[in-house]
């Protein structure tokens, strides 16, 4: 399988959102046959900071929406698209899931919300205040995370548990150092042993955001495109694990194994 995530630029001038917007369609048509395509954090609403603009850009959302799923169809391919919306009277930040036949596979939505977010009117995750953020397709298991979920090892620790392929990450993290941002999809790739698929925007700064990447179960990152504009791929096994020494002269195992087998939680209430 062909992993591709894009990065746009997030400084665009005027109506930043329809640019991005517009690049976003034209590299998503991009993906290769049976691949998959990660697009960044608000694909509808991207460069924008004003609170009323946000809002008016969910009216966007449905022809994201329409395009990602009959991309997905004509590449027999998946397609991960992250949009801000309104759905069943809430705002959402949710990132949808398109199989091969571009029928919606999975919706997720953000668990963990910033204070922007809060003061925007966004609801966190599910109706029943569970984090559903792991479904599986075609033999694949794929596990969601949404820019500032990443900061949190609780999800991290429930993705683990569900032993994923590939985690997807739709982030925006424009203020966040980018030795940061290295350190948290790596850290996510090692402890759940999964690729991790990572795609955000590129800043005028060199020190901070960007580093839409592809990182691969052992926490080698395969692919960053730093600050640079448009996507980058890998090919890889969707399915490759990471094995290792369950410590030395030990049998192999599992590298996610060898840290679950090790947790002792009730030493740290």
């Known amino acids: 399988m062909k992993i591709t995530v894009v990065q746009p630029r997030y400084f665009c001038g005027e109506n930043p959102d329809e640019k991005i917007a517009d690049f976003l369609i034209t590299e998503m048509k991009k993906v290769s046959s049976g691949g998959i395509v990660v697009l960044p954090e608000y694909s509808n609403a991207g460069g924008l900071s004003d609170p009323d603009k946000e809002l008016a850009a969910i009216a966007r959302s449905k022809n994201m929406l329409r395009i990602a799923g009959e991309t997905a169809k004509e590449k027999s391919a998946y397609v991960a698209i992250n949009v801000l919306e309104k759905r069943n009277g809430e705002i959402k930040n949710s990132t949808y899931l398109f199989d091969k036949n571009g029928n919606v596979a999975f919706v997720y ?4 919300l910033p204070v922007s977010e809060v003061r925007l009117g ?8 569970k984090c559903g953020c ?7 298991k794929f596990a969601f995370m949404t820019c500032y979920d990443v900061y949190f ?12 392929d590939i ?5 925006y993290q424009r203020g966040e150092r980018t030795d940061i941002i ?5 850290l996510c790739a090692f402890r759940c042993n999964a690729f991790v698929a990572r795609a955000s925007y590129s800043m005028d700064s060199d020190e901070h955001g960007g580093c839409s990447m592809i990182v ?9 495109i730093g600050k640079g504009v448009g996507s980058i791929s890998v090919d890889v096994n969707p399915t490759e694990k990471y094995m290792r020494q369950a410590g030395f002269g030990e049998k192999i ?4 194994d060898f840290i679950s087998d090790g947790l002792c939680p009730e030493s740290f209430v």
């Open 122 to 129: 966004i609801k966190a995750g599910n109706s029943s205040g």
């Open 153 to 164: 090892n609780e999800q991290i620790e429930y993705i683990a548990k569900h032993k994923p």
């Open 182 to 186: 290295h350190a948290q999809a790596k």
């Open 109 to 112: 939505d953000k668990h963990h």
């Open 253 to 256: 195992v599992r590298n996610d």
């Open 134 to 140: 792991v479904c599986e397709l075609d033999g694949i």
């Open 167 to 171: 985690i997807l990450i739709p982030g």
């Open 216 to 224: 691969a179960p052992d926490g080698r990152i395969l692919e960053n």
